[in-house]
């Protein structure tokens, strides 16, 4: 394994820090891992030692520094939200009593709600309302895995759960408890025919907590699964709620 180099890790997390460069950004309709700047993520765990923080009344012990200069980033952050150095915070992203890792990168205008996380490298659009106690996934190895996306406009429900490399398209909708990792089936049921997607919420979609039986030597059980139940109409505004969108498609959120 080729040794670290101190400074320029460094620099790599100070240029995360500072939204200059990303662990993985748009590429026509995909994604793109930027594996130089995720393995320096990886490195700066491996350089760093642990040693005492205190920040006014609370006390920490770890190995990663907390985020500063909210004032000139002009992020809101509602004690006691905890933000680590080396993730990314756009303008006007609202921080509820959270957590977001470092890798992060949240966009313009997004709330991170009350106890919701957003783990390592995770990519968070604009516009996005993660509810509360949403659970965003952290992805750092291996070092071209693609981390959690949930692209601009989409609302994650509460208590929703999204792992290993999950890719939320723009404007979806997840109602609450919806839980995600790259092998659970996400099944377009608005047509004729049953439509299966695996890893990818398409855009727009309104995904609701499912099952689907499944047999086995001991009987027939039921498997959770995700169902696509329709689709964000062009004339629903961005900042509408998870009930009313569902209640488009006589759905109740709670």
Not at 32 to 57: C, M, S, W
Not at 81 to 104: E, H, K, W
Request: overall charge negative.
């Amino acid at each position: 394994m080729t040794r670290p180099d101190p400074p320029a890790v460094e620099e790599m997390i100070a240029r995360l820090d500072r939204g200059e460069v990303r662990v993985a950004e748009p590429d026509g309709d995909g994604w793109r891992v930027n594996e130089p700047v995720k393995q320096a993520v990886l490195d700066y765990f491996r350089l760093r030692h642990i040693e005492a923080v205190e920040v006014g009344p609370f006390a920490y012990r770890d190995k990663i520094p907390l985020k500063t200069n909210y004032e000139e980033l002009g992020v809101r952050v509602v004690p006691p939200a905890v933000a680590r150095y080396g993730c990314f915070l756009s303008r006007d992203v609202i921080l509820m009593p959270s957590y977001v890792n470092i890798g992060a990168w949240v966009g313009p205008r997004t709330m991170v709600d009350t106890w919701a996380t957003v783990g390592s490298c995770a990519q968070i659009g604009a516009d996005v309302h993660l509810a509360g106690g949403v659970g965003i996934g952290g992805v750092l190895e291996p070092v071209g895995a693609r981390p959690v996306i949930v692209e601009d406009g989409a609302f994650i429900g509460s208590r929703c759960i999204l792992v290993e490399g999950v890719r939320v398209g723009r404007e979806a909708v997840l109602a609450p408890n919806v839980s995600l990792t790259a092998s659970v089936p996400i099944i377009d049921v608005t047509g004729p025919e049953p439509v299966e997607h695996r890893g990818h919420v398409p855009p727009r979609s309104i995904v609701v907590p499912g099952t689907r039986p499944k047999e086995f030597p001991a009987g027939t059980f039921d498997l959770a699964c995700a169902l696509i139940v329709g689709r964000r109409s062009e004339a629903t505004d961005l900042k509408v709620s998870l009930n009313d969108a569902l209640r488009e498609f006589g759905i109740g959120a709670g």
